[in-house]
């Protein structure tokens, strides 16, 4: 099983700031990586999919980057809106794992 | 536009069994790869089950040999029957759905499963 590692836990940020965003795989996922939002009680929302693609009516302020076991998502200029948890997600191969996930909060 | 609609949750014993429902329209379950992801209170994400369109089902080892998924084409809903509940199972579980060989585009808003006595 690949066990992706987020980090960090918590991201304190302030509305405009650049939040960089770290998934770390136990082994390569040739980058059959994806990034998802999720807001309270609400469900996940597919923001980029193979490391750097965004997904249909994402900002481009999202982006995706990273290779093998490394990856990154990066929100610049962060609106209100982009507060929330981000997971990682691999499809390389089965099982389909998630990370435990990043909270973006406001500072 | 696609919705994924689940039904099915509620609270159940131990041991018990439920089937969960997932009612897709705008998107084919029968041509495109459908999965379960649930989500245990407070915690992330879990993948559970995949189901191609061939017919091929796929299934973390944490319900593998409790969990069935499968499909009603003429439906067009996908289902999970789920037995030997545990407490571990309480979650919320969601539908999703993706076009072959990519990752889950399409959500439902999930349903609850609470196992307890």
């Known amino acids: 099983e690949i066990v992706l590692t987020q980090s960090p836990a918590t991201l304190s940020l302030s509305p405009g700031e650049r939040a960089t965003l770290s998934c770390r795989a136990s082994?390569?996922?040739?980058?059959?990586l994806a990034w998802y939002q999720q807001k309270p009680g609400q469900a996940p929302r597919l923001l980029i999919y193979?490391?750097?693609n965004r997904a249909t009516g994402i900002p481009a302020r999202f982006s995706g980057s990273g290779s093998g076991t490394d990856f990154a998502l990066t929100i610049s200029n962060l609106e209100p809106e982009d507060f929330a948890v981000y997971y990682c997600?691999?499809?390389?191969?089965?099982?389909?794992?998630f990370g435990g996930g990043t909270k973006v909060e406001i500072k | 536009e696609v919705q994924l609609v689940e039904s099915g949750g509620g609270l159940i014993q131990p041991g018990g069994s439920l089937r969960l429902s997932c009612a897709a329209s705008?998107?084919?379950?029968?041509?495109?790869?459908m999965s379960w992801v649930r989500q245990a209170p407070g915690k992330g994400l879990e993948w559970v089950s995949c189901?191609?369109?061939?017919?091929?089902?796929f299934y973390a080892d944490s319900v593998k040999g409790r969990f069935t998924i499968s499909r009603d084409n003429s439906e067009n809903t996908l289902f999970l029957q789920m037995n030997t509940l545990r407490a571990e199972d309480t979650a919320v579980y969601y539908c999703?759905?993706?076009?072959?060989?990519?990752?889950?585009?399409?959500w439902g808003q999930g349903t609850l499963v609470t196992v307890s006595s």
């Open positions: 999703a759905g993706a076009t072959p060989g990519t990752f889950f585009q399409h």
């Open positions: 705008g998107f084919t379950v029968s041509t495109n790869y």
């Open positions: 189901l191609y369109g061939d017919g091929s089902a």
């Open positions: 082994q390569s996922v040739s980058g059959y």
């Open positions: 193979e490391t750097s």
């Open positions: 997600q691999q499809r390389r191969t089965w099982p389909l794992t």
